[in-house]
């Protein structure tokens, strides 16, 4: 039933540490998705610097789904929106053809505080690879969410279980937040080709495995997923129906190489629009050499 465990591999982005878990060597995606990165958890004191911040950069051919579990960061992106994200919530942008955003963290740096969450990148189909960038906010009480014996579950996006998110899906995917009390059990129907589960916190046992916090499954196809709570736990149940395959490079995800060089040449150039309310500074591409101090910033 398991084909592959991954190990998280911690990256340190400039002050705050992220536990990164796709793409791997062994397996790029699951379903649509093509990125997966554990940010933190980590402790801050209040005052922490404005260096921890992600600044603004760019994006194509996915959508961005961030989802806390502790803390708040706020974001900016390029089609104008400004939208704190809280416990629960979910702050999904579509790139397309090309959207720019960062990620602050402002409430923190007054107050201190942990954080903790996930965030990944889902890659979009071919026809919607050139969409128009777009954001979306759902508050934690839009979310489908159902409870049994020592199971709370929260579909973030996609369909299972019978249910459907309100965030707006390009292709058949599933992510769900289990919450599980120790021995817990709970059970993921084989609905899709292609299934994953990420333990955020505690540990499992999935196929007679041991799972700690930091390790991903990847199932083989077919056949249900029995899951049981050693401990505490929250797993990240994920996948969905493949979309092709995919290159990624920085921030960029394309079906071709050949539209990542033009995103470079496009970000490089300064023909990707910065955000109105966060335009004093940017990521530069990396290799290149970093942008002159802005005064103002």
């Known amino acids: 039933m398991i084909e592959l465990v991954i190990d998280q591999r911690r990256k340190d982005l400039g002050g705050f540490e992220v536990g990164r878990v796709l793409p791997f060597a062994q397996r790029r995606m699951v379903g649509p998705f093509i990125f997966l990165d554990h940010m ?26 961030s989802y806390l579990f502790e803390g708040e960061m706020t974001h900016r ?23 720019t955003h960062s990620e602050r963290f402002e409430t923190l740096r007054d107050h201190g505080g942990r954080m903790d ?15 128009d960038p777009a954001f979306s906010h759902h508050a934690a009480g839009e979310l489908p969410e159902f409870t049994e014996a020592g199971l709370t579950a929260r579909l973030i996006a996609g369909e299972a279980f019978g249910a459907r998110s309100p965030v707006k899906a390009h292709s058949p995917m599933f992510y769900l937040h289990w919450a599980l009390a120790a021995d817990a059990r709970a059970e993921l129907p ?29 199932f083989a196809p077919g056949g249900a997923v029995a899951v049981r709570a050693v401990t505490q736990a929250i797993v990240m149940m994920l ?33 990707m629009k910065l955000p109105d309310a966060d335009d004093k500074e940017f990521i530069p591409l990396p290799g290149d050499p970093p942008p002159p101090a802005n005064p103002m910033s």
């Open 40 to 65: 933190g958890p980590a402790e801050f004191a209040s005052g922490f610097p404005r260096s921890v911040d992600v600044r603004p950069h760019p994006h194509i051919g996915l959508s961005t789904l």
């Open 117 to 131: 969450g996930i965030q990944t990148w889902i890659a979009l189909p071919l026809e919607d690879e050139e969409t």
């Open 190 to 218: 084989a609905d899709y080709s292609e299934r994953a589960a990420y333990v955020a916190r505690g540990v499992v046992e999935i196929d007679g495995q041991t799972l700690h916090e930091g390790q991903m499954a990847v």
């Open 239 to 271: 996948g969905g129906e493949p979309v092709g395959p995919r290159f990624i490079e920085w921030n960029f995800v394309a079906s071709s190489k050949e539209r990542l060089e033009q995103a470079k040449a496009d970000w490089r150039a300064g023909r």
């Open 77 to 99: 992106d390029s089609t104008g929106v400004t939208q704190p994200i809280r416990p629960g919530e979910v702050n999904w942008m579509t790139a397309g053809r090309g959207i």
